[in-house]
C-alpha cells in the first residue's frame, strides 16, 4: 500500500504519554536447531548464557543469552521449523564502542564462515556496519557511529549520507563531522 512520507513525518507522540521507552530491552527468536544457535550467540558473538529454561517450561527449550549486566539480550526459542522466511523480522542491530570492534567482528565473521551481507555505511543514520545471518537466517548487524538526534531534532541531511559498499570505501568517505580513524590502521583491508 503506498504511503505519503510528508504525512508520516507529522506524526508525533503525544505530549500526556505518561510513559517513555528507554531503549530496546530484548529480542526473543525462534531457532531450528536450539543447540547450533545458542553455540552461534556465545561462540561467535560472545554473549554469555544467563538462563535456560527446559521443554517442559517451554516446548522447544529458551536461552536467555546476555551482553551487558542485562539479564538477556537476546531470547532463543527452539521448535521453529525451518529457517526463517524474513517476513516479519527485517534485522536487528549490535552497537559496539569502537570502529575497530566493527572491523574486528568482520574477520570473526569470515573465520567462523558465517555469510556476511553487507558491509559499508548504509544511508540514514551513517553507522559503519557488518550485516550477516545467524545459522536460522536472521538477518543481524553490528554497528558504531550512528548519528544521535539533538533536542532540536534535526538530523543529518541525504547530501550527507556518504553510502558505502565496504568498510575501506567508509573510510576513505567519511560524511562531514564523523571521525572514522582506527586504533589499529593494520585492520584494513586493501585489495
Not at 39 to 61: K, R
Not at 114 to 138: K, M, S, T, W, Y
Request: with cysteine.
Amino acid at each position: 500500500m503506498p504511503f505519503d512520507p510528508t504525512e508520516l513525518k507529522g506524526l508525533r507522540p503525544p505530549r500526556d504519554l505518561p510513559f517513555r521507552i528507554r531503549k530496546l530491552g530484548h529480542i526473543v527468536l525462534r531457532a531450528s536447531d536450539l543447540r547450533r544457535s545458542v553455540a552461534f550467540y556465545t561462540q561467535v558473538l560472545g554473549f554469555e548464557i544467563s538462563d535456560i529454561y527446559p521443554d517442559e517450561m517451554v516446548p522447544g527449550g529458551m536461552v536467555f543469552l546476555r551482553c551487558n549486566p542485562d539479564h538477556h539480550g537476546v531470547a532463543l526459542v527452539g521448535g521453529m521449523p525451518g529457517p526463517s522466511e524474513k517476513r516479519e523480522l527485517h534485522h536487528f542491530a549490535f552497537e559496539v564502542a569502537t570502529l575497530d570492534e566493527v572491523f574486528l567482528a568482520r574477520k570473526r565473521l569470515r573465520e567462523q564462515g558465517v555469510p556476511i551481507v553487507f558491509e559499508g555505511r548504509r544511508r540514514a543514520g551513517v553507522q559503519l556496519a557488518v550485516e550477516f545471518l545467524d545459522p536460522d537466517g536472521h538477518h543481524l548487524e553490528i554497528y558504531w557511529g550512528l548519528d544521535q538526534v539533538g533536542p532540536d531534532g534535526r538530523v543529518r541531511p541525504k547530501s550527507e549520507w556518504r553510502e558505502a559498499h565496504t568498510l575501506e570505501e567508509a573510510l576513505d568517505n567519511p560524511p562531514p563531522g564523523q571521525s572514522v580513524q582506527l586504533a589499529d590502521p593494520s585492520l584494513v583491508e586493501r585489495r
